[in-house]
């Protein structure tokens, strides 16, 4: 590239600048501010992040946040998505199924925030199976209040997750209203859509991903438990539309997850939308090129749009 003058020269510089930050994390939002609701103080755990097994994985957060990934000005659409990465309630796969994704939905002009919860701990938390939600709702109530100072429109804040990230993106759908924590507002913790990618809904023997079952409610839970915590069964008129990407090979969470959550949605006439792919497997994130899966992205942009929040 060759600058002729001291104006090319600034803009150039301009444009570097831009192009740095186009995608850039600009803030990290403190959940809890250091008062963690049934946390348990237990130093011999710290939060680490590991790249082994092909996967980045996050383990032990403590200390719960967002990290925000604004949409470009030009671009920014006023929707925001609260990225709940998955893991099977062990790890947060922060990486494929959480910053690639907030960049990539930088790119449709939406203001992403990727949620780090924490993971089920019998040594950190008072009720393991509530440390996720209390979280999750925590994290949509706190967009919500920023929403004007930064440009979001407080009606069009969605959830999304993937694998056990898509379970308690589903229980944040199906159970906003539940009281797991002191809320000092109003303020809604309902999502107003939810992203459900290859996702565990189900608690059900038949139909669950065991691990996220196990480290969720624990080794012997009783129907009750396991019943409260199936989404699909806790569906009803209020429950917000969504989008559902599965793999009929999905080995890991079968694909009777989404197929129940999908027919509850038209029990209750809430609009919903479900992909099923021959191939893919589970954990693919945006897509394995070589797959059919891989144009999931493109139909949730599509259905986005068609619901008004592009």
């Known amino acids: 590239m060759k600058i002729k003058s001291t104006k090319e020269v600034l803009t150039f510089i301009c444009l570097i600048i831009v192009s740095g930050n186009f995608f850039g994390q600009s803030k990290v939002i403190d959940l809890w501010n250091g008062k963690v609701p049934g946390a348990i103080i237990n130093t011999e755990y710290k939060q680490i992040v590991d790249s082994a097994d092909n996967w980045t994985k996050m383990r032990f957060v403590t200390n719960p946040t967002l ?16 990225i709940c990465p998955g893991g099977g309630y062990w790890g947060l796969a922060i990486d494929h199924e959480g910053v690639q994704v907030a960049k990539w939905l930088n790119g449709l002009g939406i203001t992403a925030f990727v949620l780090k919860y924490r993971l089920p701990n019998d040594a950190l938390m008072v009720d393991k199976s509530l440390g996720p939600m209390q979280d999750g709702q925590e994290a949509i109530r706190s967009v919500r209040r920023i929403a004007k100072e930064w440009g979001i429109d407080s009606t069009k804040i969605g959830i999304m997750g993937f694998s056990a990230g898509g379970h308690l ?28 990618i290859y996702p565990v809904i189900s608690m059900e023997e038949d139909i669950t991903h065991k691990g996220s079952q196990v480290n969720l409610l624990g080794d012997n839970p009783s129907i009750e438990r396991k019943k409260h915590f199936s989404n699909e069964l806790q569906v ?3 429950t917000p539309p969504a989008f559902l990407v599965h793999s009929m090979d999905d080995g890991a969470v079968p694909v009777q997850n989404s197929i129940g959550y999908a027919l509850a949605l038209k029990k209750y006439h809430v609009p919903c939308e479900l992909h099923i792919y021959q191939s893919g497997g589970h954990g693919y994130g945006l897509g394995r090129t070589e797959n059919t899966e891989s144009s999931w992205p493109d139909a949730c942009k599509k259905w986005l749009r068609a619901r008004g929040f592009l």
């Open 169 to 196: 993106a589903s229980t944040l759908s199906t159970h906003f209203n539940e009281k797991v924590y002191e809320v000092t507002d109003s303020t809604s913790a309902r999502p107003d859509f939810s992203l459900l």
């Open 67 to 82: 990290d925000m990934y604004p949409a470009p000005k030009e671009m920014a659409t006023g929707t925001a998505v609260i």
């Open 236 to 238: 009803n008129e209020e």
